[in-house]
């Protein structure tokens, strides 16, 4: 069986298989730790192995690089990238940095190592309210998702400059879905990512995080739920609270860049130690300035 390979070769190896909430069902039962880009970043930092088999896209395999600098870390399909990542380069930071000059730089983690070098902080959607409103900067300029610059403005009095970014899997999920299957649901809570157009977050009963969106159901009293964000949610939704109801709002919020990775491309990895993602070392070193503020906050 391929998961037995991969066991084996895992060991052999040295290598921890870290995994975001939206990888396929198999991938995410074969990682060593499945979670939130925060809880993964954190992990990264402090991984014992030789080798990390980053299962997400590519970003996220970039900042695992940037904290753990002399591990190998390993993206199973390197196509695997991020649109709302790519939708903004360092060259447009620089560009508000001169229009907006006494104004401070909030990236998401959404975005590539090397907008991360020109950013002054870091958030992830687990965080983004709380670095915006712990920062000493009252003037912020949020990038690259628009969405969760709105969900973070609702929530401060800071003044905010917002790019006009947006995740396409997000994008997706309508309000009318959202409505349609609360009417035959009625008693169903809204759950959505802060990713989701504004429309689906005025809806909702609670905006979080993927982890954080785990934590909710797991603590709160309530049976049924319409889930707002990828599809993988749904397998850890359903394996660790499995007497509950979830229904996911659209089946068209799947995201094919965390699909790419798969559990023949993690054994080839394995076998081959490739393809590997490595920052290097003069933008590491600048990209890992705002995210350690954000780690240290
Ligand atoms: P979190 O990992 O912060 O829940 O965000 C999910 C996401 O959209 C990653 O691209």
């Not at 900067?137 to 973070?152: A, T």
């Not at 809570?189 to 909710?216: F, M, N, Q, W, Y």
């Not at 490739?274 to 933008?283: E, F, G, L, N, S």
């Amino acid at each position: 069986m391929i998961e037995e390979k991969i066991k084996k070769l895992k060991k052999e190896r040295d290598a921890i298989i870290l995994a975001h909430n939206y990888q396929l069902p198999e991938v995410q039962d074969i990682a060593d730790f499945v979670g939130d880009s925060l809880e993964l970043a954190r992990i990264a930092k402090e991984v014992k192995e030789k080798v990390i088999i980053f299962c997400g896209v590519h970003f996220m395999a970039e900042t695992a690089s940037i904290l753990a600098p002399d591990k190998i870390v390993i993206l199973p399909d390197l196509h695997a990238g991020c649109p709302l990542a790519n939708s903004i380069t360092p060259e447009d930071i620089l560009n508000l940095k001169e229009k907006y000059k006494d104004y401070a730089v909030v990236s998401y983690i959404n975005t590539t190592a090397e907008v991360k070098a020109v950013s002054d902080y870091i958030c992830t959607s687990a965080n983004a309210v709380s670095v915006v409103e712990k920062i000493s900067e009252d003037k912020i300029i949020f990038v690259p998702d628009r969405n969760l610059g709105y969900y973070v403005s609702k929530h401060t009095k800071k003044e905010m400059i917002i790019w006009d970014g947006f995740c396409p899997t997000h994008q997706r999920i309508l309000p009318q879905n959202i409505l349609k299957l609360k009417e035959k649901h009625k008693d169903a809570k809204i759950l959505v990512h802060p990713e989701c157009r504004k429309e689906v977050l005025d809806l909702a009963d609670k905006v979080a995080s993927t982890s954080g969106i785990i934590k909710h159901v797991k603590e709160d009293d309530h049976h049924r739920y319409i889930i707002g964000t990828e599809a993988g949610l749904l397998h850890r939704l359903r394996k660790e609270v499995p007497n509950k109801e979830f229904f996911l709002a659209s089946p068209l919020a799947v995201c094919a860049n965390m699909k790419k990775i798969t559990l023949e491309k993690i054994l080839w990895s394995l076998e081959d130690l490739a393809p590997q993602v490595k920052v290097p070392d003069h933008i590491r070193e600048k990209a890992l300035i705002p995210i350690m503020r954000m780690l240290s906050l």
